[in-house]
């Protein structure tokens, strides 16, 4: 498997990262001889969480919207990019909203009322502001971002998820 493209992901690409916080990897692969169709492993093995995915598979999931594939799509701390001018052509079309709606919806709205989760639904409201405004986003937040995302994700999940919506619908309106 030739690696074609490795990124930093999860809270170190976000800029959510805390002193506790396992380190993520995102890596795309050419296409690994397996008789499935798609192909991406997840796997955790001493604090380090890695996905590697194939070309096609991943293609696949960011057409679809896959909030973790834009990411790294996406990324701007690439460890290896032998696929960056292919990275950098690359938009979304609207066919990603919905999943990100529900995704943003499910997070903010999530029983356990976790912090974390709101923060996530938060996140994604600002990266689909700027899908609609431009067709792809920067995963790492910027500090006014983040403080606003930290502001308002302990709110009452009701409230987090009518600010999510504000964020993602009247940001570029």
């Not at 992901?9 to 169709?37: Q, W």
């Not at 938009?91 to 999943?99: D, F, I, L, N, P």
Request: glycine share 6%.
């Amino acid at each position: 498997m030739e690696v074609l493209f490795k990124t930093v992901h999860g809270s170190r690409l976000y800029g959510l990262a805390h002193a506790g916080s396992d380190e993520d990897f995102y890596t795309v692969v050419s296409k690994v001889k397996t008789a499935r169709a798609k192909y991406a492993k997840q796997s955790i093995v001493d604090g380090v969480d890695s996905v590697v995915i194939d070309f096609g598979t991943w293609i696949g999931q960011c057409q679809a919207g896959v909030p973790q594939a834009l990411e790294a799509m996406f990324s701007e701390q690439a460890l290896e990019d032998k696929i960056e001018p292919f990275r950098k052509g690359f938009t979304v079309g609207t066919q990603a909203w919905e999943r990100y709606l529900r995704t943003i919806k499910s997070f903010a709205l999530d029983e356990e009322n976790q912090f974390k989760k709101k923060r996530h639904a938060l996140r994604l409201a600002v990266n689909l502001a700027s899908i609609r405004q431009y067709g792809r986003f920067n995963p790492t937040l910027t500090n006014s971002e983040i403080m606003q995302i930290n502001i308002l994700a302990q709110y009452e999940p009701d409230h987090v998820y009518k600010h999510a919506l504000d964020i993602a619908w009247n940001a570029y309106a």
